[in-house]
T-cell receptor, first 113, second 107 residues
Framework: DTEVTQTPKHLVMGMTNKKSLKCEQHMGHRAMYWYKQKAKKPPELMFVYSYEKLSINESVPSRFSPECPNSSLLNLHLHALQPEDSALYLC????????????FGPGTRLTVT | KNEVEQSPQNLTAQEGEFITINCSYSVGISALHWLQQHPGGGIVSLFMLSSGKKKHGRLIATINIQEKHSSLHITASHPRDSAVYICAAFSNYQLIWGAGTKLIIKP
């Protein structure tokens, strides 16, 4: 199984809502990533988890809160987002951090109203 | 100047043509990743290479470490190859992304 799954596919939320994005992989990968992608731009790294511990936080605002409950699951909790946070949120995994092939999920298209 | 640059930005070709997309980088890297993104979002890993050449079906990727350059070739292109192709360099354990090449293959 070389699949990374993400739910939901689409999410519309108001600026006062709290929602969560979910990512799952069953490849035994020990590194998991959250990326944010705006239209016609490459993905921007947000967070990296290595062995279920947060190893990189790319100065992401605190309204984004990642969580890695176990080695297969990665969540991104969203609270008090701004319209400019509307984007495609991509999850990826790789065997370890570093120069290993990353496998991406299909993404969650988030719209903040 | 971006650390990873791709050319061309946009490429339109006829079905069957041989396609080349180029990627140049200015930083030291441990490997280079080629990825494909279709409209709608999903990103698919095509190759990861640190030297030489790799082939998968109609896709070929090459890298020249001395010249800091990589190419992605598509032979016998098909409309289903239409997508954005992105190269990303592993440097200091993080990916540095190129801006992508939008490829359209016309039937």
């Amino acid at each position: 199984d070389t699949e990374v799954t993400q739910t939901p596919k689409h999410l519309v939320m108001g600026m006062t809502n709290k929602k969560s994005l979910k990512c799952e992989q069953h490849m035994g990968h020990r590194a998991m990533y959250w990326y944010k992608q705006k239209a016609k731009k490459p993905p921007e790294l947000m967070f990296v988890y290595s062995y279920e511990k947060l190893s990189i936080n790319e100065s992401v605002p605190s309204r984004f809160s990642p969580e890695c409950p176990n080695s297969s699951l990665l969540n991104l909790h969203l609270h008090a987002l701004q319209p400019e946070d509307s984007a495609l949120y991509l999850c990826a995994s790789s065997p370890f951090t570093g120069p290993y092939e990353q496998y991406f999920g299909p993404g969650t298209r988030l719209t903040v109203t | 100047k971006n650390e990873v640059e791709q050319s061309p930005q946009n490429l339109t070709a006829q079905e069957g043509e041989f396609i080349t997309i180029n990627c140049s980088y200015s930083v030291g890297i441990s490997a280079l990743h080629w990825l494909q993104q279709h409209p709608g979002g999903g990103i698919v890993s095509l190759f990861m290479l640190s030297s030489g050449k790799k082939k998968h079906g109609r896709l070929i990727a090459t890298i020249n470490i001395q010249e800091k350059h990589s190419s992605l070739h598509i032979t016998a292109s098909h409309p289903r190859d239409s997508a954005v192709y992105i190269c990303a360099a592993f440097s200091n354990y993080q990916l540095i992304w190129g801006a992508g090449t939008k490829l359209i293959i016309k039937p």
